[in-house]
């Protein structure tokens, strides 16, 4: 057979579209994400504001990525445990997670504890936050004080009270809010700590529990229902739906004002546009008006935000977390 200069052109063409396929292969896959279902863990046990919060977006998210995105409840140490796990997962997009203010505060007390299973500063990427939710300080009906005020006064002038106060675990917002409550208000109250808001609760409606706190979502039934009260909220205005519910700083213990919210966040290395598709797709869902108006039902505010406006609230908040455990040798 004779070869010509047109046949080695045709076979060479060929080959040349051949290996350019090959090379635009990559592309292509990071072009179709996503491929598979998503994971969204909440480092939380289910029934907690946090994990409904979760629920809310990972539907939305689901309906318009075409891919299922489920929750995966890790609860335990504050949400370190799921936060662990995150750290660890493949920054592929596939493994995502949703946590709230407690965040930041567990990986400084952690850190300042030198068992910190995680870096806070590089294992993580800021995706959005997602809603803005008050924390408020609850209590048992049972407790004879209509506010933190008069709560610490109530324990000033009875030191033999055997009172007890609940957090979400170890290092989280109300465990270092109660030590500061005791360093601000001069009061002996010791910390029960607990894998979530949902055993906390319980333990309050029971009362086993004198006090707690945690997110507003995880008790507005019960506090509209008078079966939990309401000492105090940690955010710096009073909750529109509440307005009798006084702030902290408005009871004199401003060390105490806490903004909370929850937010998204991937693995640190995740590629820039897998972020900003997550980016996109949790403000898509935060502002649906369905997901609105059950936010709105759950005293919380959809906000959807920067990956880097998210992680500027993460490095303040974490700023004023360590000054406060330093003080109080949390470990």
Not at 11 to 28: E, N, R, Y
Not at 42 to 67: C, H, K, N, W, Y
Not at 94 to 106: C, E, G, K, R, V
Request: proline share 7%; no cysteine.
């Amino acid at each position: 057979m004779r070869w010509t200069s047109q046949k080695w052109h045709r076979i060479f063409a060929a080959g040349t579209l051949g290996l350019l396929s090959l090379a635009l292969q990559p592309v292509a896959m990071a072009q179709a994400y996503p491929s598979k279902p998503i994971k969204m863990i909440v480092p939380f046990p289910a029934g907690g504001t946090t994990d409904i919060v979760a629920r809310l977006v990972a539907q939305r998210m689901s309906e318009s990525m075409g891919q299922a995105v489920t929750v995966d409840n890790r609860g335990g140490a504050g949400g370190a445990i799921g936060a662990d796990l995150m750290a660890k997962a493949a920054p592929d997009g596939y493994t995502i997670m949703m946590h709230n203010l407690s965040f930041p505060l567990a990986s400084v007390a952690q850190t300042l504890a030198n068992r910190s299973p995680f870096n806070v500063d590089t294992d993580f990427a800021g995706v959005s936050i997602a809603v803005y939710v008050p924390f408020i300080w609850t209590a048992s009906p049972s407790v004879p004080a209509k506010d933190l005020k008069e709560l610490a006064a109530l324990l000033r002038t009875n030191p033999a009270l055997q009172y007890n106060y609940g957090s979400t675990g170890p290092g989280s917002t109300m465990h270092v809010l109660g030590e500061a409550l005791k360093k601000e208000g001069k009061v002996n109250i010791t910390h029960i700590p607990f894998k979530g808001a949902a055993p906390l609760k319980q333990e309050l409606l029971a009362g086993r529990l004198q006090v707690g706190g945690d997110q507003l979502s995880s008790s507005l039934a019960e506090i509209k229902a008078g079966t939990l009260k309401v000492l105090a909220t940690t955010a710096s205005k009073r909750i529109p739906g509440m307005p009798d519910v006084p702030t902290v700083k408005e009871l004199g213990f401003p060390n105490l004002e806490l903004e909370g919210w929850n937010g998204v966040f991937a693995p640190a290395k995740t590629p820039k546009d897998i972020i900003d598709r997550l980016n996109r797709e949790v403000i898509a869902a935060v502002r649906h008006p369905d997901v609105v108006k059950r936010l709105n039902d759950l005293g919380a505010e959809g906000v959807g935000s920067t990956p880097a406006e998210q992680d500027a609230m993460l490095r303040r908040q974490m700023d004023q977390f360590r000054t406060i455990i330093r003080e109080m040798r949390l470990e």
